[in-house]
């Protein structure tokens, strides 16, 4: 039995029935007339579908792996990230904002150099806004200054 793929597999079918439990009382629609929660109903079938096959598999696989520590440091990128995005899209628009998720992440990955990560937060800010507000044409402000 395959610990990690049990206890993965039973964390991603949670997942998908929250997601089709959050999506079914925004209305599914039909094909023709698709609601807005559609889209979430579809994606949590399948991501409870497929959590569902690595839980099976990992319950009848032979032989044991410890299970690793998670990498808190990478796991705290991720939460301060979205929640420093989260933070600052409505004061300061949304390049600055993927500006500073981008580089929150990649700062929590030890070797990235400082070049690096302004490179690298530049360029998806300036993508972001590219695709999101001329191409898409998103109503929101690219760079809103105080």
Request: glycine content about 16%.
């Amino acid at each position: 039995m395959s610990l990690r793929d049990l206890i993965t597999g039973i964390l991603l079918t949670f997942a998908g029935v929250g997601f089709v439990l959050a999506g079914i009382s925004y209305g599914v629609g039909s094909f023709g007339r698709m609601g807005a929660g559609f889209f979430p109903v579809g994606l949590g079938i399948i991501v409870a579908v497929l959590g569902l096959a690595i839980a099976v598999s990992g319950a009848l696989a032979s032989g044991s792996e410890p299970i690793e520590m998670p990498n808190w440091r990478a796991l705290a990128g991720v939460v301060v990230a979205v929640g420093l995005f989260a933070a600052t899209v409505g004061r300061l628009g949304l390049m600055p904002a993927t500006a500073l998720c981008a580089a929150a992440l990649a700062l929590a990955e030890p070797g990235n150099r400082l070049r690096h990560v302004v490179l690298l937060s530049i360029g998806l800010a300036v993508s972001t806004g590219l695709i999101f507000i001329n191409l898409l044409g998103m109503p929101i402000a690219a760079l809103r200054l105080p």
